[in-house]
Nanobody
Framework: QVQLVESGGGSVQAGGSLTLSCVGSGISFSGKSMDWYRQPPGKERELVAS?????SVRGRFTFSRDNTKNTVYLRLDNLTPEDTAVYYC???????????WGQGTQVTVSP
């Protein structure tokens, strides 16, 4: 059974930083595209960063991965209240492999 488990979220003040982690089990991250999405309150889920396109990473966010630990990371710097959202790890579908989502980790940024 494939599981993606995010961690590292929390409550921070504006200007602060967080590093989110996503650990996979039941699937190897090696050679796979990986994404980070977020869903702000009352809004649709949106792509934040993707290993498929380094330009997709927003300027204050840094995507990294450690295949030896089957883990991807998202470093969030200079956070603003607009970054408040649930952040999700995602493996896009690539036939015959299905897509997978983690359960999400909450990031809350106060003014």
């Amino acid at each position: 059974q494939v599981q993606l488990v995010e961690s590292g979220g929390g409550s921070v003040q504006a200007g602060g930083s967080l590093t989110l982690s996503c650990v996979g089990s039941g699937i190897s991250f090696s050679g796979k595209s990986m994404d980070w999405y977020r869903q702000p309150p009352g809004k649709e889920r949106e792509l934040v960063a993707s290993s498929r396109n380094v330009d997709s990473v927003r300027g204050r966010f840094t995507f990294s991965r450690d295949n030896t630990k089957n883990t991807v990371y998202l470093r969030l710097d200079n956070l603003t209240p607009e970054d408040t959202a649930v952040y999700y790890c995602h493996i896009p579908p690539r036939w015959p492999q299905a897509e997978y989502w983690g359960q999400g980790t909450q990031v809350t940024v106060s003014p």
